[in-house]
């Protein structure tokens, strides 16, 4: 039987502001470092590019991508060396996805393996501090012989930054609304129209944008 985190069951609880249920939850900030890659091979292409992409699942506030650069034509044991921080609001609630892509000669990326781990809670922890090899799994779930990603993994719980997230939180809609009104911009200028209206907005928009990103700047 699982428990149902103690944030859902309050009448206040909004999936997309942090501070109506952080009070009920203690944030997760990680900080994974991808070391190296081990046997990712492609059946199919041979010698091969990785790319890996670590990504958090979880409630809107916390979903985030993040991707290594490419190793050119070494997949036996590429070196990445590259670290990520993540503040996961209701680690409850979110899963750490590590997913090992191969990119082909036009740049484009083809999964080669997967894994999703639950973060969980300070109680009940699915990832804990140190370096970890973790096994890479196929589209159907079964293991993929020898081939794993090494991570080393700093795991700390603590108490969220509610102004700071309300911060970010709306720096993230007003990115939203950018970008679909880029979307469309574009759309329209290929079909060789204009709207002076829409360059006023997105000029605002990312007025707006720079002006939360000095003021949590100043914060720091």
């Known amino acids: ?3 149902k985190p103690r944030a859902l069951l309050q009448a206040s609880f909004d999936p997309f502001v942090a501070k ?3 009070e009920y939850t203690d944030t997760c900030f990680l900080k994974i470092k991808i070391v190296s890659g081990r046997h990712l091979a492609d059946i199919d292409s041979g010698l091969i590019s990785p790319v890996v992409e670590l990504s958090i699942s979880g409630l809107e506030t916390d979903n985030t991508k993040v991707r290594t650069t490419e190793v050119e034509s070494n997949g036996l044991n590429p070196a990445f060396g590259e670290e990520y921080e ?5 680690p409850e609630m979110a899963c750490l996805g590590i997913i090992a892509y191969n ?3 036009f ?3 083809a999964p080669i393996g997967q894994r999703f ?3 969980g809670t300070k109680m009940n ?4 501090t140190g370096f970890r090899s973790v096994q890479l799994r196929n589209k159907f779930g079964f293991p993929l012989e020898l081939a794993s990603i090494l991570l080393y993994i ?3 719980y603590g108490t969220l930054d509610t102004d700071r997230q309300s911060k970010l939180e709306k720096m993230r809609h007003l990115c939203l609304e950018r970008d679909k009104l880029v979307e469309a911009v574009v759309a329209n200028a290929r079909q060789g129209k204009s709207n002076p209206a829409d360059q006023r907005i997105l000029s605002d928009l990312n007025t707006q944008i720079a002006g939360i990103e000095r003021t949590m700047e100043s914060d720091l």
Do not use: H, N
């Not at 993540?86 to 209701?90: I, L, S």
């Not at 922890?125 to 804990?128: K, N």
């Open 1 to 3: 039987m699982l428990e």
């Open 20 to 22: 109506t249920y952080a």
């Open 86 to 90: 993540f503040q996961v609001t209701m």
């Open 103 to 105: 990119v082909d000669m």
């Open 107 to 109: 740049g484009d990326p």
């Open 117 to 119: 781990i639950s973060i």
């Open 125 to 128: 922890p699915g990832l804990r």
């Open 154 to 156: 700093e795991v700390r």
